[in-house]
């Protein structure tokens, strides 16, 4: 049996989690108001130094038809959109929080990448889906693994052991085991004290069993779904009879040819974002 650090819930997720920074606060109100302008979104960014160029250097990459052009935050807002804006302002607080472990653990790294996997095929399903109301799908899949993030902060040489010792199915059996409770549990936590919607931290917590979830049942199976292409996917595995005859790509409806494309069509939209915003950061 592993020798893990004896962590209590309540104090990991207190003590190891910063709140979220004011000018998040402040960026992701503005953005909920329908009727905010970009010039005063674009002056919210403009406080954030290390937020603003990689707005900019988004805006400017190939996924984008600018070339470069770009100079001004104003018209950045515009060209990006609100909800593209807010998934940045979203993963630059998760990269600079958990920057330390991103860039000096393989852990650490390896979850920060499957979580960007995560949300961006969270989103395209829900695009390929054409269902609405679906905007926190980003979120939901950035933070899915939170808690993993959170649990390798703590404890991180136990952690990683269990982490690469587990088979998937069993991590959290292991977690549990060890800890007293899972990364799900955490993560669901975590996002409580980010003071996220509700609707986000039922799907953290409840991604590995999605039919469990008392609300949020849709974007609980498309973070289960995303969260498990994204695995099989990094592993170079077959899509699999298991997984394309799991209950929760069954209810949403997803073919492997559908699942297929989303993968494609991600993974060039993955690279330029992790090019254009972490290029010389995290
Ligand atoms: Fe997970
Ligand atoms: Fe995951």
Redesign the pocket.
């Known amino acids: 049996m592993l020798t893990a650090a004896k962590i209590e819930l309540e104090s990991l997720v207190k003590i190891k989690l910063p709140p979220l920074p004011g000018s998040v606060l402040r960026i992701s109100s503005l953005l909920q108001d329908y009727n905010v302008s970009q010039r005063k979104i674009a002056e919210a960014i403009g406080f954030d130094p290390m937020l603003a160029s990689r707005v900019l250097r988004l805006v400017n990459s190939p996924i984008y038809p600018f070339q470069g052009n770009v100079t001004s935050l104003t018209t950045a807002v515009n060209a990006l959109g609100n909800r593209t804006i807010y998934e940045m302002v979203l993963m630059t607080i998760v990269a600079d929080t958990f920057g330390r472990e991103i860039r000096n653990s393989v852990i650490g790294r390896d979850i920060w990448l499957h979580s960007l996997a995560v949300a961006f095929g969270a989103r395209e399903l829900c695009d390929v889906l054409e269902m609405r109301g679906t905007e926190e799908s980003f979120s939901c899949g950035l933070l ?2 939170i ?2 993030l959170l649990l390798c902060r703590a404890d991180s040489a136990v952690y990683s052991e269990i982490f690469h010792q587990s088979e998937r199915h069993d ?2 059996t292991m977690e549990r085991a060890v800890y007293g409770f899972d ?2 549990k955490v ?1 669901g936590l975590a996002a409580e004290r980010w003071r996220l919607s509700e609707p986000v931290c039922m799907t953290i917590s409840f ?2 069993n999605p039919a469990d979830a008392p609300q949020a049942l849709f974007m609980t199976h498309i973070i289960n779904v995303a ?1 498990n292409l994204a695995y099989l996917k990094n592993e170079k595995m077959p899509l699999g009879e298991a997984f394309l005859n799991s209950d929760s790509v069954h209810r949403l409806g997803l073919t492997e040819e559908m699942l297929e494309r989303v993968w494609d069509k991600i993974l060039f939209q993955i690279r330029e974002v992790i090019r254009a915003f972490f290029a010389g950061g995290n």
């Open positions: 899915h693994d808690g993993s991590l959290q990364h799900a993560g991604h590995h969260d």
